[in-house]
């Protein structure tokens, strides 16, 4: 996206653990900017182990916005974040043409960078409905059905956020057309520039990282952290990876090294649904997450273009 004014935003997308954090660091403090996270996990203050929100000391280099700002027991949806992070950019921008954005979340990402395309109003009996079937016969029944009848929006989706799934499927049967096929419509044109920085590795080397990752959250405290917060296992905000297979080990599902497993598992899978996401995003420019001075090189010559 090309607009006559030199302020831009300069997105870090990519895969968990592929050190988006790190580098958005080293780009905010080369360009004398803050960040916005748009990490729809690292929202809630009581998640911060299982999210790898950033350290103290990484959060007293750059200053951060949008990281532990909320309760898991308020409702915070990706509209909310689309209005409150344009709100923080209209305003940071009136002072400032340079701001870092990073996260994993796409839907998140793509609220603030391009917004959200039309959807049809829904009969509020469809919801109830769906919600009915959901406490009855459990989530894998309505991921079936999603699968079924919108193969496309169940490969770029979290399978188990029960929100998503439930409005896909009540989009569809309100409809009778797949959620997929409202989106992508009339994008909504944002008053500033958008460079787009993706992060990617060979997949051995991602899934080692990931790997480390979880054993590093667990040595954190990990456990302790899902045990707090196991009373408020139904909460939308704790249907997350590395949390839910904790549930079902202090449920006595499975054993502590079996979840372990899963979380890591889990956590690929997870990875490799956020790189069909990205990928499809004809505007990122993909690079390793070890080529910080060639991204830096490749931002200022995006910068002096737009300027």
Not at 61 to 68: A, W
Not at 75 to 99: A, Q
Not at 172 to 188: A, T, V
Request: hydrophobic letters at 35%; one cysteine or more; charged letters at 30%.
């Amino acid at each position: 996206m090309q607009i006559e004014n030199q302020k831009t935003l300069i997105s870090i997308v990519g895969p968990t653990a592929i050190g988006k954090t790190n580098l958005a660091i080293q780009i905010a403090k080369h360009f004398n900017t803050e960040i916005i996270s748009c990490d729809s996990r690292q929202f809630y203050k009581e998640m911060k182990i299982g999210t790898a929100v950033p350290s103290d000391d990484e959060l007293a280099q750059v200053k951060h916005h949008f990281i532990q700002n909320i309760s898991i027991h308020e409702k915070y949806s990706v509209g909310d974040f689309e209005r409150d992070g344009l709100t923080f950019l209209d305003n940071y921008f009136r002072s400032n043409n340079i701001c870092v954005m990073v996260g994993g979340s796409g839907l998140y990402e793509k609220a603030i960078t391009t917004g959200f395309d039309e959807f049809p109003e829904i009969k509020p009996e469809i919801r109830e409905q769906l919600n009915q079937e959901l406490e009855e016969f459990g989530i894998k029944k309505l991921q079936e059905e999603l699968k079924q009848v919108d193969p496309k929006y169940f490969e770029e989706v979290d399978i188990y956020n029960k929100q998503r799934v439930t409005r896909a499927l009540e989009i569809y049967r309100g409809s009778g057309q797949p959620f997929s096929n409202f989106r992508n419509q009339d994008l909504n044109k944002r008053p500033f520039n958008i460079i787009k920085i993706g992060l990617e590795l060979p997949r051995e080397e991602m899934y080692d990282r990931i790997n480390r990752r979880v054993d590093i959250m667990l040595n954190e405290g990990l456990l302790d952290e899902a045990k707090s917060l196991f009373p408020l296992k139904e909460l939308n905000a704790l249907q997350t990876v590395g949390y839910r297979e904790l549930f079902d080990f202090f449920e006595e599902k499975i054993t502590l090294d079996f979840a372990t497993e899963e979380i890591k598992k889990n956590t690929r899978r997870f990875a490799k649904r956020q790189m069909t996401w990205f990928k499809k995003d004809q505007e990122v420019n993909w690079f390793s997450p070890f080529a910080q001075e060639k991204i830096i090189n490749f931002i200022n010559s995006k910068l002096q273009f737009n300027g």
